[in-house]
C-alpha cells in the first residue's frame, strides 16, 4: 500500500435533536501525513440521506480521480441518518471502512431505533449490513468494511494513524467539524 494513498475521511458536526439539518465534512489527505483537501455537505438530521449525500460529495469533488479509500466515523450520521456504506462502494467502487472507537451494542441501537422510527427495521437492516471486526493496533477499534480485504483494512489503518486509535483523515474531520460549529475544535472522536 502506497504511503500517500488518498483517503478521504467523514465526520459530522455537533448537532442537537432540534436541528434539522447537520453538515458532513470530508478530509481528503495522503496517508496520514498532508492533508489535501476539505469536503462539505449537509444532511437531514434523523433523515435518510446521508448514503446519496457523501456519493454526490465523492462524485463531485476535484480530487475525486485521486480517491482510492472512504473512512467513515460509524455508520450513522445526524443521529440515526444511516450510511449503507455497500450502496457507497457499489456506486463509487471506492472501499469503505467503517470505524468506532467502541464496540456498537445493536441492541441498544434497535431499541432506540423502535422507539423513535416507523421504519426502524430498515434502518436496522442496513446498519447490520457487513461484519463488524475488531482491530487492534495501539488501541482497539471495530470497523465495518466493503470491497476490500481485511489486511488491507489493518494496513490502511496502520498507515493512517499518527497517534491514539482513530485514523487521521478521521479526526481532522472531526476537529474541523466541532471547530468551525463550536468556534473551536475537541478532540475526541
Not at 469536503?39 to 434523523?46: A, G, N, P
Request: charged share 35%; net charge positive.
Amino acid at each position: 500500500m502506497k504511503k500517500e494513498i488518498r483517503i478521504l475521511g467523514i465526520d459530522d458536526m455537533p448537532f442537537s435533536f432540534g436541528d434539522r439539518f447537520v453538515d458532513l465534512v470530508g478530509v481528503i489527505m495522503r496517508g496520514g501525513i498532508y492533508l489535501e483537501g476539505v469536503l462539505k455537505t449537509t444532511i437531514e438530521v434523523d433523515g435518510k440521506d446521508a448514503t446519496e449525500k457523501i456519493i454526490e460529495m465523492v462524485e463531485n469533488t476535484k480530487h475525486r480521480k485521486q480517491l482510492k479509500i472512504i473512512m467513515l466515523d460509524g455508520v450513522a450520521f445526524g443521529g440515526f441518518n444511516v450510511v449503507d456504506a455497500e450502496k457507497i462502494f457499489n456506486e463509487t467502487k471506492l472501499p469503505i471502512i467503517t470505524i468506532t472507537r467502541k464496540k456498537p451494542d445493536i441492541k441498544k441501537i434497535e431499541e432506540a431505533l423502535k422507539k423513535h422510527f416507523n421504519d426502524w427495521e430498515e434502518r436496522l437492516k442496513i446498519i447490520k449490513k457487513g461484519k463488524t471486526e475488531e482491530i487492534k493496533i495501539k488501541y482497539p477499534v471495530y470497523v465495518k468494511y466493503f470491497g476490500i480485504d481485511k489486511k488491507d483494512v489493518i494496513d490502511v489503518i496502520k498507515l493512517s494513524i499518527i497517534r491514539g486509535a482513530i485514523p487521521e483523515p478521521i479526526r481532522i474531520a472531526h476537529l474541523i467539524a466541532t471547530g468551525i460549529k463550536k468556534g473551536e475544535s475537541t478532540g475526541r472522536c
